[in-house]
């Protein structure tokens, strides 16, 4: 039986895939969301997986079979990627284990440097590298590593590299948090009171009982790295599964893609949970409530509105929420009032020459004559950052909160009012979308809408296109951030207030707005803050592909510009800058999102610590730097001087008749 489960949950991806695939005839013949064009393709892709005969890779000068096509550059993404993970994940368990060992100054340390790695986009990482590699072989004539593959050869070193640090770091924070955890257990002190050695307890007992949590949360993670992997094949010129994609996009191409990503990772996940997990068999009784709805109980007054802004006044008291938002807002009100301000808008520098009329510089120009330079057109790359910074923001924002509300109020009913078999099911199936690449997805979604045709040009407003590739990206998350909050209400629902609550007749409605919303506030800060930077990193992704938010205008003589100049309108060229030696084109709007990525966790972090503060936790103050600055006097216990009044003599003779 659980067998042909997982068989029906894997053809149940499927179709999912077959109906990705055939999206982008929604948008052709110059039509907006053609439901007949998108009908016709689908039966017509269908036709031919029954034929597969017709199954080739159709190229500008031949065409051949699919699966000889396809076969060796997916053998060739898959093994870095596998080794990718592999590496981090391995890297990810040894430092977690060495920073449970070492100091807690030494710990704290650490996990700061690896807070900091964390907010590098994978894009800087990766041409930060390559720069390095470029100007350490100019200075010292070796190349110490192939860092871009010419032609059919072939490089895995730097590429598994710089795909190991996101699963590395990511992993490493969350067997952190495990191991913390499971340290604290009652039977881990009852193992230490036998002397038994910390290494032995983390190997023996605690390393066994966090490996289920590590597994599922592994998903999220390998769910990261397959989107990164495009990135890295593109910017590495890698002959591999991206290219092919890239190079035709035709349904069935699209969709054999999709399969082949999907399957390994399908069967790893879901074999090992069906042979190694047993399900969590716990009573449908405790996860619902009760079914009547009563506002008896529940007044709306107005002074939920003050609570509101009292909660977010006491988070401003905390000084890392404080200075991420500071950063985020200083930055949203400058852009403001340099676009209100400014003219012209963005300066446009044609020649630059010195005061005798000598030209010295064309577009290109380098920062020695520009402030931070201009890109090909002569644009000037201060300007863009400073008129993007607001809708990138305002973009970011508005997704990552349309995001968190429409999966907290999809988890109301999915966790309380479906039957627990329809749950697991449904989770089932949304659990699938981990082992899609989002980018993909997003791109076979977006590319027919937001790329501008040669020929006729924009069919639709740029008020379409926003509101259209916002919709698609918030909802492409929307399922995910719904079981995730499903399992925050699923742990509430077990303690026993709520269970109380229940029992004292309270509504549905009642135990929702008083019991559980309360303590999901915190949780909801934090999940806006991570969907803010995964939305982030998906315009840098999007952007690599020239893939701009509002539209891509394309010209046969110039570059593909934004037609809304937001920051990831400023990355399609980044491939390009590498080769010419042209950083200026793409380190600042890189190191711009960092800023936002980096103000973010601050904000996140923050959160955390006003909750623990809350629930009694106590924070660890950390005092590296006063410890270098600052010379610390030592406790000294001070034994104050007897005065004559405060004891008497007694004779030894009257103490005993006494």
Same mark, same amino acid.
């Given at each position: 039986?659980?067998?042909?489960?997982?068989?029906?949950?894997?053809?149940?991806?499927?179709?999912?895939?077959?109906?990705?695939?055939?999206?982008?005839?929604?948008?052709?013949?110059?039509?907006?969301?053609?439901?007949?064009?998108?009908?016709?393709?689908?039966?017509?892709?269908?036709?031919?997986?029954?034929?597969?005969?017709?199954?080739?890779?159709?190229?500008?000068?031949?065409?051949?079979?699919?699966?000889?096509?396809?076969?060796?550059?997916?053998?060739?993404?898959?093994?870095?990627?596998? *080794?990718? #993970?592999? +590496?981090?994940? $391995? !890297?990810?368990? &040894? /430092?977690? %284990?060495?920073? @449970?060992?070492?100091? =807690?100054?030494?710990?704290?340390?650490?996990?700061?440097?690896?807070?900091?790695?964390?907010?590098?986009?994978?894009?800087?990482?990766?041409?930060?590298?390559?720069?390095?590699?470029?100007?350490?072989?100019?200075?010292?004539?070796?190349?110490?590593?192939?860092?871009?593959?010419?032609?059919?050869?072939?490089?895995?070193?730097?590429?598994?590299?710089?795909?190991?640090?996101?699963?590395?770091?990511?992993?490493?924070?969350?067997?952190?948090?495990?191991?913390?955890?499971?340290?604290?257990?009652?039977?881990?002190?009852?193992?230490?009171?036998?002397?038994?050695?910390?290494?032995?307890?983390?190997?023996?007992?605690?390393?066994?009982?966090?490996?289920?949590?590590?597994?599922?949360? *592994?998903? #999220?993670? +390998?769910?990261? $790295? !397959?989107?990164? &992997? /495009?990135? %890295?094949?593109? @910017?590495?010129?890698? =002959?591999?599964?991206?290219?092919?994609?890239?190079?035709?996009?035709?349904?069935?191409?699209?969709?054999?893609?999709?399969?082949?990503?999907?399957?390994?990772?399908?069967?790893?996940?879901?074999?090992?949970?069906?042979?190694?997990?047993?399900?969590?068999?716990?009573?449908?009784?405790?996860?619902?409530?009760?079914?009547?709805?009563?506002?008896?109980?529940?007044?709306?007054?107005?002074?939920?509105?003050?609570?509101?802004?009292?909660?977010?006044?006491?988070?401003?008291?905390?000084?890392?929420?404080?200075?991420?938002?500071?950063?985020?807002?200083?930055?949203?009100?400058?852009?403001?009032?340099?676009?209100?301000?400014?003219?012209?808008?963005?300066?446009?520098?044609?020649?630059?020459?010195?005061?005798?009329?000598?030209?010295?510089?064309?577009?290109?120009?380098?920062?020695?004559?520009?402030?931070?330079?201009?890109?090909?057109?002569?644009?000037?790359?201060?300007?863009?950052?400073?008129?993007?910074?607001?809708?990138?923001?305002?973009?970011?924002?508005?997704?990552?909160?349309?995001?968190?509300?429409?999966?907290?109020?999809?988890?109301?009913?999915?966790?309380?009012?479906?039957?627990?078999?329809?749950?697991?099911?449904?989770?089932?199936?949304?659990?699938?979308?981990?082992?899609?690449?989002?980018?993909?997805?997003?791109?076979?979604?977006?590319?027919?809408?937001?790329?501008?045709?040669?020929?006729?040009?924009?069919?639709?407003?740029?008020?379409?296109?926003?509101?259209?590739?916002?919709?698609?990206?918030?909802?492409?998350?929307?399922?995910?951030?719904?079981?995730?909050?499903?399992?925050?209400?699923?742990?509430?629902?077990?303690?026993?207030?709520?269970?109380?609550?229940?029992?004292?007749?309270?509504?549905?409605?009642?135990?929702?707005?008083?019991?559980?919303?309360?303590?999901?506030?915190?949780?909801?800060?934090?999940?806006?803050?991570?969907?803010?930077?995964?939305?982030?990193?998906?315009?840098?992704?999007?952007?690599?592909?020239?893939?701009?938010?509002?539209?891509?205008?394309?010209?046969?003589?110039?570059?593909?510009?934004?037609?809304?100049?937001?920051?990831?309108?400023?990355?399609?060229?980044?491939?390009?800058?590498?080769?010419?030696?042209?950083?200026?084109?793409?380190?600042?709007?890189?190191?711009?999102?960092?800023?936002?990525?980096?103000?973010?966790?601050?904000?996140?972090?923050?959160?955390?610590?006003?909750?623990?503060?809350?629930?009694?936790?106590?924070?660890?103050?950390?005092?590296?730097?006063?410890?270098?600055?600052?010379?610390?006097?030592?406790?000294?216990?001070?034994?104050?001087?007897?005065?004559?009044?405060?004891?008497?003599?007694?004779?030894?003779?009257?103490?005993?008749?006494?």
């Amino acid at each position: 039986m659980r067998f042909l489960k997982f068989i029906g949950y894997y053809f149940v991806g499927v179709i999912g895939i077959l109906l990705v695939s055939v999206s982008p005839a929604l948008f052709k013949m110059g039509e907006f969301l053609s439901l007949s064009s998108y009908a016709t393709q689908l039966q017509r892709l269908i036709s031919q997986l029954r034929h597969p005969e017709e199954w080739v890779y159709e190229t500008r000068f031949r065409s051949e079979p699919l699966f000889d096509y396809l076969w060796e550059p997916y053998l060739y993404s898959m093994t870095v990627l596998t *080794s990718g #993970i592999l +590496v981090g994940f $391995s !890297l990810a368990v &040894l /430092l977690a %284990i060495i920073t @449970i060992l070492i100091p =807690n100054w030494a710990k704290t340390l650490l996990k700061r440097i690896t807070s900091v790695f964390e907010s590098v986009p994978d894009l800087l990482l990766a041409f930060g590298i390559q720069l390095f590699i470029v100007w350490f072989y100019k200075q010292t004539g070796l190349l110490v590593v192939d860092f871009v593959s010419v032609g059919s050869e072939k490089i895995y070193g730097l590429p598994i590299l710089v795909l190991s640090v996101l699963p590395m770091l990511t992993m490493y924070k969350i067997m952190t948090l495990l191991f913390e955890e499971e340290m604290t257990k009652s039977y881990v002190g009852l193992v230490k009171s036998k002397g038994i050695e910390k290494v032995t307890i983390l190997f023996v007992h605690v390393f066994r009982n966090i490996f289920k949590s590590a597994f599922y949360n *592994s998903k #999220i993670i +390998v769910w990261g $790295s !397959l989107s990164s &992997l /495009l990135i %890295i094949e593109y @910017i590495f010129n890698m =002959n591999g599964i991206t290219s092919a994609f890239l190079g035709n996009f035709q349904p069935i191409v699209s969709f054999m893609i999709l399969l082949l990503i999907f399957t390994p990772f399908f069967f790893v996940y879901q074999g090992t949970e069906m042979l190694l997990f047993k399900e969590d068999e716990k009573t449908e009784e405790v996860l619902k409530m009760n079914t009547f709805l009563s506002f008896r109980n529940v007044s709306f007054r107005i002074k939920w509105l003050g609570d509101v802004f009292k909660e977010i006044g006491a988070h401003f008291k905390n000084m890392k929420f404080l200075m991420g938002f500071s950063i985020i807002f200083i930055i949203l009100c400058s852009s403001i009032v340099y676009t209100l301000t400014a003219d012209p808008l963005i300066e446009k520098f044609y020649h630059i020459t010195d005061e005798s009329g000598k030209l010295v510089s064309a577009a290109p120009h380098t920062p020695e004559y520009v402030f931070l330079g201009t890109d090909a057109l002569g644009f000037s790359i201060f300007d863009q950052l400073m008129v993007g910074a607001k809708y990138t923001i305002a973009f970011a924002a508005i997704i990552a909160f349309l995001r968190m509300i429409l999966g907290f109020l999809f988890a109301v009913p999915f966790v309380f009012f479906l039957p627990l078999k329809v749950q697991k099911v449904m989770g089932k199936l949304i659990d699938s979308l981990h082992f899609l690449p989002m980018t993909i997805i997003a791109l076979l979604l977006l590319r027919p809408v937001l790329m501008m045709p040669l020929d006729t040009g924009f069919e639709t407003s740029e008020m379409e296109r926003i509101l259209y590739q916002g919709v698609i990206l918030t909802l492409l998350a929307v399922p995910l951030v719904m079981t995730l909050f499903g399992n925050e209400f699923k742990l509430l629902m077990r303690e026993e207030y709520v269970a109380s609550t229940k029992i004292l007749g309270g509504s549905s409605l009642h135990l929702l707005w008083k019991q559980l919303l309360p303590h999901l506030s915190a949780r909801m800060g934090v999940i806006f803050g991570q969907q803010f930077i995964q939305t982030l990193l998906i315009f840098i992704h999007l952007g690599v592909f020239n893939i701009f938010f509002g539209g891509t205008k394309i010209n046969r003589r110039d570059p593909p510009t934004s037609t809304t100049f937001e920051w990831s309108g400023m990355i399609g060229s980044a491939k390009d800058s590498l080769m010419t030696g042209r950083w200026w084109l793409i380190i600042p709007v890189l190191l711009g999102f960092m800023v936002l990525i980096v103000s973010m966790q601050m904000i996140i972090q923050g959160i955390k610590e006003v909750q623990q503060v809350r629930v009694g936790v106590p924070l660890e103050r950390n005092s590296f730097w006063k410890n270098i600055f600052q010379r610390r006097s030592r406790y000294q216990r001070r034994v104050p001087e007897p005065q004559e009044e405060s004891f008497v003599l007694v004779k030894e003779k009257e103490r005993k008749s006494s």
